[in-house]
């Protein structure tokens, strides 16, 4: 079993930053990853990284979000920089016990087959 909370949302002014943070605890999985849904639209794969330490991201935010863990792997962060309106979402925190060999296809997917989700937390970015 894996337990993910998410913090950190809020509402911004486009161009501002905010940071998410997912508390990871139970089992360590293999892969964690970031996603977002807005309404009406389906789930977007925004940020992945692996045990190893490999990560990507979403097209939509590759060069103005950064993800990363903490070394004991206790805490997934997510920087978002530069918010546009269009970051709008409520952003989830997932996890994958299984090694994926391509987080990018994971992101893809809008994070199907993953094994754990968080409850979410609101990013709201206002022009």
């Known amino acids: 079993q894996v337990q993910l909370v998410e913090s950190g949302g809020g509402s911004v002014q486009a161009g501002g930053s905010l940071t998410l943070s997912c508390e990871v605890s139970g089992d360590r999985p293999s892969c964690l990853g970031w996603f977002r849904q807005a309404p009406g639209k389906t789930r977007e794969g925004v940020a992945a990284i692996r045990s190893d330490g490999i990560l990507t991201y979403g097209d939509a935010v590759r060069g103005r979000f950064t993800i990363s863990q903490d070394k004991n792997k206790n805490t997934l962060s997510l920087q978002m920089y530069d918010l546009k309106t269009e970051d709008t979402a409520m952003y989830f925190c997932?996890?994958?016990?299984?090694?994926?060999?391509?987080?990018?296809?994971?992101?893809?997917?809008?994070?199907?087959?993953?094994?754990?989700w968080g409850q979410g937390t609101q990013v709201t970015v206002s022009s």
């Open positions: 997932a996890a994958s016990i299984n090694k994926r060999n391509s987080l990018y296809a994971w992101l893809r997917s809008g994070g199907d087959e993953s094994d754990y």
